[in-house]
């Protein structure tokens, strides 16, 4: 069929369906359709009218109606309500419905039309056909019409033609008009005088909790005449058909008594239009970045910690996939947090495409590539490149450890933590504490209350618990600090929040963001102070390649504004074991120290030098050997040493029955100082071995959750229009041989629901088993299962078609 012609400029033209409104549409309007439902986008519909047919599916209108604030849902229920018989409503009985002035109604209203879940004019506003349904089978809180609950229930017929007679409802109205009587609040109040007492208080319970009401006794008949004393309110009104009886346990308030209880009004109450204010409390900026600073470097930290732990012992991928929970607790004790940060240190290193799987065939996770190019990276850069990793991670660390429904704990990096709906409560969250103003913050309950408003039917953004989770997450990333943004959070993501796609803009963000944060963290020092005690106090954070040199020959004592790093002999033993020498080791300290190399730590270090390497183990079952003839002799003699099976060959070698890693083991014990030397006798240097994964592509979210971009919804829009132009290019069929257009599967299937609904006939364009095209004017009984069962009006027998075989249809 033929698009009807375009609007005269000047008059506005009633569109005739949804169709017809999106072909008056113009390509801006057309563009926020395809931005504010992305799922209408993909794959790009053959022209406007599968558009129409794609925006009034189930799934599509669902989606986009859970995805409405309370507003959006009160005005969407005010319509369904008012349309209930079909037709449209205007602006003022929607806003009068709601509550409402028409002003505060038609912004909502032209955002609805704009979703394509309304269709019409400014003035006139139509619901697309299963709106109703997306939105429950009580929208507003109130029951089905009285017509329809007596059309389900026969036997409540007789009570309503009482009631009928004692409203004085003429009996050619029926009960059309016995509904329209009690839609009035008048003269359903007049009815309600001479109730008996608690009759009210039980309609009110019932419009408040719901239409549907449970009856736990039985019920008595009485008469509608019946004012006696002893009547319970419940019998009064099923006797009046003001309840109307479904099966033996449940009663139903008709839409017309719950309209009337609410004085003609749909909502009990006046629609929110605004969400709930966010009481602000001080956040000052000042100590609210500087809090999120040192989380943020914290958090550098921990990742480029797990990097250098995992390089030198890879974590063991667990056969159902991820780290299993000993290796979590191993890491965890590395790190110094507890397992649940360490769960989320490894998510967010994950995400941000740092550690991966490495396809080994024992396969373990194990750094990426990426890691080196992150770790050469400012403490911005790498801060920033982790937070945005996790504002779109679709996972839940807080659910590592946790039992699922088999008793099995879930595990770190497997697929058991994995939850879609993540990022976009990330989102919805930052994009509330976006309107904090600067210098405030906001409480988690006052959050869990904006994000109930602007999603009521989406379970995950009324969870206050995975709420708190996600503002816990954000407060140990630095992205909040005080119930409000940080800087360096505000600058990552944007005036709005949101973190949108991962594109140059978003980019450009992240270096904003770098840029805020390292110019409000102290610059890494260079320098550390020596003392006499054995320990280096570094004053602030260190450069890294300091770090990584320091951390060789000392561990770390105690962190805080200053870190404190502890020489003693296992940690200079383990630098020397590195390929230090003790000269390599003095000229490094003396380097890098603001004072002088105290003489302990001095003395320390040429210390176990000198003890370094007089014993060397070799491989023999192993092999011992020493010029210093004493130290061997003094070996044999050890009780301690007795289980490496000690025996000597020459005045300077000993062979033991244990491998050479156990007898290097029980020598350190000892507090001897050996070495390790290969089978041509030199020196095995005990280098950290830095394990890499191959090249691996970061985590991406599923590309459903990105709206187009401004370009693909214009382009989709062209195509739009092509196929138009195309179908309003088909030449008129000739006299008596109607012309069944080609269309899309989803618009013929669309309308032969129609009109197997209505009973009307069509003619049905198919394919035969040789490919050969014909027409088949029928009527549509059936359309389910990819079948149509339909009545072939030209022969009268009934006929199954195939829908794959099905090329459009025409009025009939």
Do not use: C, N
């Amino acid at each position: 069929m033929p698009p009807p012609p375009p609007p005269v400029a000047g008059r506005a033209r009633e569109p005739r369906s949804l169709a017809d409104d999106l072909r008056g549409r113009d390509e801006d309007a057309l563009v926020a359709l395809l931005r504010g439902r992305p799922d209408l986008a993909t794959p790009v519909p053959a022209d406007t009218g599968a558009l129409a047919v794609r925006a009034s599916t189930r799934h599509s209108v669902q989606r986009a109606v859970d995805a409405r604030s309370r507003a959006e849902l009160d005005v969407l229920a005010a319509v369904v309500v008012l349309t209930a018989g079909g037709g449209s409503t205007g602006t003022a009985a929607v806003a009068a419905a709601v509550g409402l002035p028409q002003t505060r109604t038609a912004p909502v209203l032209a955002r609805l039309r704009e979703l394509a879940l309304l269709w019409g004019t400014p003035r006139s506003h139509t619901g697309v056909g299963v709106l109703a349904d997306a939105l429950g089978p009580h929208p507003a809180g109130l029951g089905p019409a009285l017509l329809d609950l007596l059309d389900q229930t026969p036997a409540a017929r007789p009570r309503a033609e009482a009631l009928g007679r004692l409203l004085d409802v003429p009996a050619l109205e029926g009960a059309a008009g016995l509904s329209a009587r009690l839609a009035d609040p008048a003269g359903l109040a007049a009815l309600l005088g001479a109730a008996p007492e608690g009759t009210r208080e039980l309609l009110g319970r019932l419009d408040a909790g719901g239409p549907v009401g449970q009856v736990s006794r039985a019920r008595r008949e009485v008469d509608v005449a019946d004012e006696a004393d002893d009547v319970a309110p419940l019998d009064w009104l099923l006797a009046r058909a003001l309840l109307v009886p479904v099966g033996d346990s449940r009663v139903v308030l008709p839409r017309e008594v719950g309209l009337a209880l609410r004085e003609g009004r749909v909502l009990r109450e006046p629609a929110a239009l605004e969400p709930p204010p966010l009481p602000g409390r001080p956040a000052p900026a000042g100590r609210r970045d500087a809090l999120a600073g040192g989380a943020a470097a914290e958090v550098v930290r921990l990742v480029d910690a797990l990097g250098r732990a995992w390089e030198q012992r890879p974590a063991p991928l667990l056969r159902a996939g991820g780290v299993g929970v000993r290796e979590l607790a191993r890491t965890a004790a590395e790190l110094e947090v507890d397992a649940g940060t360490a769960a989320l240190v490894v998510e967010v290193a994950a995400a941000a495409g740092l550690v991966a799987e490495d396809g080994e065939a024992d396969p373990a996770w194990a750094p990426t590539p990426r890691y080196d190019a992150w770790a050469d990276g400012t403490t911005g850069e790498r801060w920033a490149a982790l937070a945005s990793a996790w504002a779109a991670m679709p996972r839940l660390p807080s659910l590592v450890g946790d039992r699922d429904d088999r008793g099995s704990a879930r595990a770190a990096l497997s697929d058991a933590v994995a939850r879609p709906q993540a990022p976009v409560v990330r989102a919805l969250l930052l994009s509330a504490l976006a309107e904090v103003p600067d210098g405030e913050g906001a409480a988690p309950e006052d959050l869990a209350g904006r994000l109930a408003w602007q999603r009521p039917r989406w379970a995950p953004a009324r969870d206050a618990a995975l709420l708190r989770v996600l503002l816990e997450e954000a407060a140990w990333l630095g992205v909040v600090a005080s119930g409000a943004l940080s800087a360096a959070g505000r600058a990552l993501l944007g005036d709005d929040g949101a973190p949108g796609p991962d594109d140059e803009a978003a980019a450009a963000r992240r270096r904003a963001a770098a840029a805020v944060l390292d110019e409000a963290l102290p610059a890494p020092v260079s320098e550390v102070l020596l003392q006499a005690d054995l320990t280096a106090v570094a004053p602030g954070p260190l450069e890294r390649d300091l770090e990584l040199e320091l951390s060789l020959a000392a561990d770390v004592d105690s962190r805080g504004g200053a870190t404190v790093y502890r020489f003693d002999g296992g940690t200079v033993r383990r630098a020397l074991d590195a390929g230090r020498t003790a000269d390599d080791l003095l000229t490094f300290l003396a380097r890098v120290s603001a004072t002088p190399v105290p003489q302990p730590l001095e003395y320390l270090v040429r210390d176990v030098a000198r003890r370094h390497g007089r014993v060397r183990v070799g491989s023999a079952g192993a092999y011992l050997r020493s010029d210093d003839e004493a130290s061997l002799a003094e070996l044999l003699a050890e009780r301690r040493a007795a289980p490496l099976g000690l025996r000597r060959l020459a005045p300077t070698v000993l062979v033991a029955r244990a491998d050479a890693a156990e007898v290097l083991r029980v020598l350190r014990t000892l507090g001897l100082a050996p070495a390790a030397e290969s089978v041509d006798g030199t020196l095995v240097l005990d280098r950290p071995t830095a394990r890499r994964t191959p090249p691996r592509r970061p985590p991406r979210p599923a590309p459903t959750q990105v709206a187009p971009d401004e370009a693909t919804a214009r382009s989709v829009v062209a195509a739009l229009r092509a196929g138009d132009e195309a179908v309003a290019a088909a030449p008129a069929p000739p006299p008596g041989a109607p012309l069944v257009p080609p269309a899309d599967p989803a618009v013929s299937l669309s309308e032969l629901r129609r009109a197997a609904a209505d009973r009307r006939p069509v003619w049905v364009g198919v394919v035969d088993t040789t490919g050969g095209p014909s027409k088949v004017h029928a009527q549509p009984l059936q359309v389910e299962g990819g079948r149509i069962t339909v009545r072939d009006l030209t022969t009268g027998a009934v006929r199954v078609l195939s829908v794959h075989r099905v090329t459009g249809t025409a009025p009939g």
